[in-house]
């Protein structure tokens, strides 16, 4: 049926003649889809009713790649059994990513014009889903699900899509993710054993921080003749986990929500041990950040090790691709998030967007909710985790016993490090405490400004740096301008003025 249409919806779309033309085609060509399906199983049983119309839902999401692979293959799935059994279709479609996803549902939702129409549902994240229910355009799910069903999901899953009291639900968990740390063995092996360190300085910040510079200080020696030229360890994603995920694991919860009202706490005691933890090493060219993530930079050998998210495993290189072309077959090897030394409660950052429906009627939102609790049931939810490297998120299906059947099941083989990746964060739910802050006003601004203060802080004092030493000033003089508690208290005071900002605005 689209293909029929396609002729036409290029052309009225490339001359702009009628907005959100394509979208409503792909509507109707879900309906007449499922009519056709639904047809068809009348006719088999020898029924000529025609009284029942499916109901068809639109979800936005922002899988790619082997992600968005399984999760279609699961959306057919369920379209081909229960839907045609309950006469629902499921559109699944592809928004970039989870920024650009978010856009177009502002968008939509405040009717901008060449706006696509309001989506069934879609993935965001609590920030996010909190604005739309700020807006009166989330629906209540806790109505679609017995305490019994609720029974079933992980607790804190559950926990992050209420934004009230009065136990409504506003995001469907479909499924998580929290934070690893991941390693170039290959590499690794060949430094560990000529330097005489082991793994178990990769359970602690302040570990990490001494291996990325054992192997800065190994890898300038390879030449003596070229001064400071050591190699980059360690690299990490979402730094803004690091500061946030950091406090509480240091006792210091940096937004402290309550009734959406939010308290910033920035500990200066605290703050001082990120920076040298993370600012120092940095600017000292221990840990580095090149492409867009640290996957990158791995597949580069930029990097030997790198935290990310759990469902980063995917991406993680099978070989390493230097800069003059020459490739070579590595090994990877997963553990735990790191701690700081000293700390009693091990936490890990709780992550990955789940699923809101948007208000609509109840014939609506009841099949949107019914395909949610098909998705995240064990069968399909663990398979969905096998391929994408997510965690489930009911406690069934968040179990080791879970994840070996399904793999043992599995026609597809699954990568030793997403394996790896399973293990560890299943072990993690069990042993860690996984937080996420709970959602406010201006949420997201107020994580945007921790995600970049630091870091951009210390790649401006990294350039001077540079600068310096191209002057010929050696690398210890040069970040010794820098790594002083005035610089650390001027940016701490710019800190907490721009997160004021943010949430104030």
Not at 12 to 33: P, Q
Not at 90 to 116: F, M, P, R, Y
Not at 377 to 390: C, D, H, I, T
């Amino acid at each position: 049926i689209e293909k029929i249409f396609a002729p036409a919806i290029i052309e009225l779309t490339s001359k702009n003649r009628i907005r959100g033309f394509t979208m409503k085609i792909r509507k109707i060509t879900a309906v007449l889809l499922s009519s056709l399906v639904v047809t068809l199983g009348l006719t088999s049983c020898g029924s000529t009713s025609k009284s029942e119309t499916p109901t068809s839902v639109i979800v936005w999401h922002y899988y790619n790649g082997a992600q968005q692979q399984i999760f279609d293959e699961l959306v057919q799935e369920f379209n081909e059994t229960v839907g045609a059994e309950q006469k629902i279709v499921v559109d699944s479609q592809n928004q970039g990513t989870i920024s650009e996803l978010t856009d177009k549902v502002l968008k939509a939702i405040h009717g901008e014009i060449g706006a696509d129409e309001v989506p069934d549902v879609f993935a965001a994240y609590a920030d996010t889903a909190y604005e739309i229910d700020q807006l009166d355009m989330a629906a209540d799910l806790s109505s679609y699900l017995s305490q019994e069903e609720m029974d079933q999901y992980v607790a804190s899953y559950l926990e992050e899509g209420r934004f009230s009291d009065d136990g409504d639900l506003k995001i469907f968990p479909v499924a998580k993710s929290t934070e690893l740390l991941m390693l170039n063995n290959t590499a690794w092996q060949e430094f560990s054993s000529a330097v005489g360190i082991d793994t178990t300085l990769l359970s602690t910040w302040e570990g990490i921080a001494r291996a990325s510079e054992e192997y800065y200080k190994w890898t300038d020696a390879q030449t003596p003749d070229v001064p400071d030229d050591g190699k980059v360890f360690f690299g990490r994603d979402a730094f803004a986990n690091y500061i946030i995920i950091g406090s509480k694991q240091l006792g210091t919860e940096l937004f402290q929500v309550s009734g959406g009202k939010v308290n910033l706490q920035v500990n200066a005691e605290v703050m001082r041990k990120l920076w040298d933890n993370f600012y120092v090493p940095y600017i000292n060219g221990y840990y580095g950040a090149y492409g867009r993530f640290r996957s990158d930079d791995m597949k580069t050998g930029d990097l030997v090790a790198m935290v990310c998210a759990s469902s980063g495993a995917t991406y993680f290189p099978t070989e390493v691709t230097s800069s003059d072309g020459t490739s070579y077959p590595i090994e990877g090897s997963v553990y735990p998030l790191p701690n700081f030394e000293g700390t009693d409660n091990a936490m890990a950052v709780q992550q990955g967007a789940g699923m809101v429906v948007t208000k609509s009627d109840e014939a609506r939102e009841k099949a949107a909710v019914t395909f949610l609790k098909w998705f995240t049931a064990p069968e399909q939810n663990v398979r969905f985790a096998m391929s994408s490297g997510y965690l489930p998120v009911t406690y069934e299906g968040n179990s080791q016993s879970a994840i070996d059947q399904a793999i043992s099941d599995s026609e597809q083989p699954v990568s030793d490090i997403v394996r790896s990746s399973l293990d560890i964060g299943v072990s993690m739910t069990q042993n860690y405490t996984f937080y996420t802050s709970k959602a406010f006003k201006n949420g997201f601004d107020a994580r945007n400004t921790v995600e970049h203060s630091m870091m951009d802080q210390a790649n401006a004092d990294l350039e001077q740096i540079r600068n310096l030493m191209s002057q010929g000033t050696s690398r210890a003089d040069a970040v010794a301008q820098y790594n002083t508690d005035e610089n650390f208290q001027n940016w701490l005071n710019s800190f907490e003025t721009a997160i004021n900002q943010a949430i104030n605005k």
